[in-house]
């Protein structure tokens, strides 16, 4: 009697169970082998026993992890700044439906409905060193400017960062878009009622509305260059010229599938995932904190 009382009380949690199990199992048994993998000695894809933290110490002793982890840094700060400003501003124009609105929408949206690999393809045509941007600028008599875009330790991190602007500010625009959309317009109104200027509306009703919205793409987008550039890095530079435009995850792939070093590549794996946790968790403590203090200065106003 009592265990159908429990049942029906919490019903809801078995019936979610096995799904649970099952996403556990999917998501969970990966990273718990990958921590295994790390900790073993591995000899032509054989672990030959634990050989404690050895992965971790020769993989922090080596320069290539931190020039991988460097990359990854330098592309979220010249990425996510970026592509976050010129959203705000398209999306505010978009919004107010300026002149040639429709225009900005459909270049913005294009790469959007494109696949990762589709869009590296197409900008790895562009970039080639005689590929039609080169053309181009030697056509215009620029010819001093045309550089191996990929091919150059110099300019190949520069060309994976340009290319993700252009592949992110359409989803970027979709979600601030999407906010603007929700505001009430009568907050406008009285704003304009109270001799509010069109800069002064943006900066004290329109920004602090996207507030929220902004640190979840900013959020979202960092975990996305931490964990999804393999693509990109593969199909335009393959990590090159050396490691100049290799980041964490390609460095993870290279040392396990090309150097076959495989418990090296499973602590750069976790190393990773545990950056990333930390990321999440910092946001997450701190969107917390920022939402307690709105309560109880909300409390305050009202008492």
């Not at 993998?37 to 933290?53: A, D, I, T, V």
């Not at 976050?84 to 124009?93: P, R």
């Not at 009285?190 to 902004?214: C, Q, R």
Request: a positive charge; glycine letters at 6%; charged letters at 15%.
């Amino acid at each position: 009697m009592k265990g159908s009382k429990f049942f029906l009380a919490n019903k809801a949690y078995f019936y979610i169970l096995p799904t649970l199990a099952i996403m556990l199992f999917i998501f969970l048994n990966p990273i718990i082998r990958m921590f295994i993998f790390s900790l073993e000695e591995w000899r032509y894809l054989r672990p030959l026993g634990f050989n404690n933290f050895k992965n971790y110490t020769d993989l922090l002793s080596g320069k290539h992890f931190y020039n991988s982890f460097g990359n990854n840094v330098t592309i979220i700060a010249g990425v996510v700044p970026v592509v976050t400003l010129i959203a705000l501003t398209f999306a505010q124009a978009i919004f107010l439906k300026i002149r040639g609105y429709r225009v900005y929408g459909f270049l913005f949206f294009i790469p959007v409905f494109m696949p990762d690999i589709v869009v590296a393809q197409v900008l790895t045509t562009i970039l080639n060193k005689a590929g039609p941007l080169n053309e181009f600028l030697i056509s215009m008599g620029l010819g001093a400017l045309a550089q191996d875009w990929l091919g150059s330790s110099g300019f190949s991190l520069f060309s994976i960062i340009v290319s993700l602007i252009w592949k992110n500010i359409g989803f970027a625009l979709i979600l601030f878009l999407a906010r603007l959309t929700t505001i009430e317009p009568s907050i406008y109104e009285s704003a304009e009622i109270d001799g509010a200027s069109a800069v002064n509306k943006y900066f004290s009703i329109t920004l602090p509305m996207l507030a929220s919205t902004i640190s979840i793409y900013v959020i979202l987008q960092i975990i996305g260059i931490m964990s999804f550039l393999f693509s990109y890095i593969h199909v335009m530079t393959a990590g090159g010229p050396g490691y100049s435009s290799t980041v964490l995850e390609y460095f993870i792939y290279v040392n396990i599938f090309k150097l076959q070093e495989i418990g090296k590549g499973s602590a750069a794996g976790v190393i990773l995932i545990i950056f990333t946790m930390i990321i999440i968790y910092t946001w997450l403590f701190l969107s917390m904190k920022s939402e307690r203090r709105s309560q109880r200065e909300s409390a305050r106003a009202e008492k």
